[in-house]
């Protein structure tokens, strides 16, 4: 079948085939060894080969093949993700979209961006920028990344505590994806009908590209505050993000997670950190706010002219640095129960102590601020995760477990009917990143 198969792919103008072994094996795997579970699950999961494609045909040209023999097809950007979210369970084809790169359309008027999906983030930024412009969201991932990845695949990440999360409306305005049908087809999608194939693991539609809302282009400032008692740091936090002022960033770090950190972070003071992006009027505040607290800070400057910047240090980078330093460091992202947030920390403190170190990030979620959670784990057994899990539902959190495979799994634990519905009607046959939306194995159940 594989020569067939690649006699048909080799007739594709615009295409790059990828068939050495190690080359495979690299774009076969993402960042899932963050989890021993997904370790233990991913590690012999391997495509048959690589496509690149450079233009939309081309795309159209592979989907027609996977159609005609049938084979499974996962997507790929950047293989950044955290969930094997891009590994292939069944072999097939990995096809990586990062060669199409172009940034299409600025729209001035909304401030809308229409970019090909493969785009890096790092350099779409740095194009809005001639524009005045800027993503609204960042996964800490930004600088290497692609657009269609975040949206396929991502959540949210620095600027959340602004803008909430990919999913809320406004985020995403539209997004052009290519079927897996009988006669595959580059449909262009609304908003409205972009929805179920937001976040869905690049299941139901191979997505070409997008149109996204980006922000004004600010001059953020990076402040780093200094603070006993994890009650108190959260408590200032919480402050921080009601205030009047603009917020591209809030993160707490626990101090034995700070110790950790790289030396140009950890500094001298064996102390929590609060680790704040705002504009130069805002810090003016955030000094305000902390000398009522009798805390002290220490302005580092301008994010994107430092050397290292905060950015580099919150959201999943928290858990890059720590597994950097030993192997045995797992995590977990839940959104904290509001006003309970010490609460629930103190409660798992007395349980599992320093097996749990917390790393907070503000959020907003639904308009309302809150605190979302990424706390690093010492690992010991998937029942020792599944008891925290437990726990912490128990105590008010909302969990985003990263030690699962499906998108139901990593998301509120629902399936969203919307997305099966459109895989039905986009990839009939099941091919596109097969065994990673819950809702389709057992469709039948539910009559969709
Ligand atoms: P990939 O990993 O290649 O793919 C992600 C998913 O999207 C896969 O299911 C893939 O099949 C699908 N996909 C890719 N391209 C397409 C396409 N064109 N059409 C349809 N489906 C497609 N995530 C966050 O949300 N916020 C964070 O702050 C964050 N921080 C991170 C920090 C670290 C250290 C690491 C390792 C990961 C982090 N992530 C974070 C996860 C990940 O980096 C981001 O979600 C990133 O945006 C994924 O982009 P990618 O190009 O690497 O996508």
Same mark, same amino acid.
């Given at each position: ?222 402040? /780093?505050?200094?603070?006993? &008692?994890?009650? *108190? %740091? +959260? !408590? ?10 603009? =917020? ?27 680790? /704040?992006?705002?504009?130069? &009027?805002?810090? *003016? %505040? +955030? !000094? ?10 220490? =302005? ?149």
């Amino acid at each position: 079948r594989n020569s067939k198969l690649i006699e048909q792919l080799k007739k594709i103008d615009n295409l790059e085939i990828i068939e050495r072994t190690s080359d495979v094996k690299r774009l076969s795997k993402d960042f899932y060894n963050y989890s021993p579970i997904l370790e233990k699950k991913l590690d012999g999961c391997i495509a048959d080969l690589v496509v690149r494609p450079i233009d939309q045909n081309s795309v159209k040209k592979v989907a027609e093949i996977c159609w005609e023999f049938s084979i499974p097809l996962t997507l790929r950007g950047s293989g950044t993700g955290n969930y094997g979210q891009a590994v292939p369970l069944f072999k097939g084809i990995v096809m990586q979209m990062n060669c199409l790169n172009k940034i299409e359309e600025f729209h001035p008027e909304t401030g809308f961006v229409k970019v090909q999906s493969g785009c890096l983030m790092g350099d779409l930024n740095k194009e809005l920028e001639k524009y005045g412009r800027e993503l609204r969201l960042l996964p800490s991932t930004w600088k290497t990344a692609t657009i269609g990845g975040f949206i396929a695949g991502g959540s949210g990440g620095i600027g959340s505590i602004r803008w909430g999360f990919l999913r809320d409306p406004g985020n995403l305005i539209g997004l052009e994806a290519v079927t897996i049908n009988e006669e595959p087809k580059l449909l262009r999608f609304d908003a409205e009908e972009s929805e179920p194939l937001n976040h869905a693991y690049g299941t139901n539609g191979i997505i070409t590209s997008l149109l996204i809302a980006t922000d004004i282009k600010r001059k953020w400032y990076s402040i /780093i505050i200094d603070c006993e &008692g994890l009650n *108190k %740091t +959260i !408590e200032i936090l919480k402050t921080c993000t009601t205030a009047a002022i603009d =917020l591209k960033l809030g993160a707490i770090l626990e101090k034995e997670i700070v110790d950790q950190m790289p030396s140009w972070f950890k500094g001298k003071s064996k102390s929590h950190k609060i680790l /704040i992006q705002s504009t130069l &009027g805002g810090i *003016k %505040t +955030i !000094e305000l706010i902390c000398k009522k607290y009798e805390v002290n800070s220490f =302005l580092l400057g301008e994010e994107d002219k430092l050397t290292n910047g905060i950015s580099e240090v919150v959201w999943n980078h928290t858990t890059l640095h720590m597994r950097a330093k030993d192997k045995n460091w797992t995590y977990l992202q839940m959104l904290l129960p509001l006003d309970k947030e010490f609460e629930l920390i103190n409660s798992l403190r007395e349980k599992w102590g320093k097996n749990i170190l917390w790393h907070l990030e503000a959020v907003s979620q639904q308009g309302v601020p809150r605190l979302a959670a990424l706390p690093v784990i010492k690992w010991h057994s998937s029942d020792q995760i599944n008891q925290i899990i437990d726990n912490c539902k128990k105590l008010g959190a909302i969990i985003f477990n990263p030690h699962v495979l499906t998108v139901e799994g990593g998301g509120l634990g629902v399936i969203d009917s919307d997305q099966v519905k459109a895989k039905l009607k986009f990839d009939p046959k099941g091919l596109l990143n097969p065994g990673k939306l819950q809702g389709w194995e057992i469709k039948d159940e539910f009559n969709i």
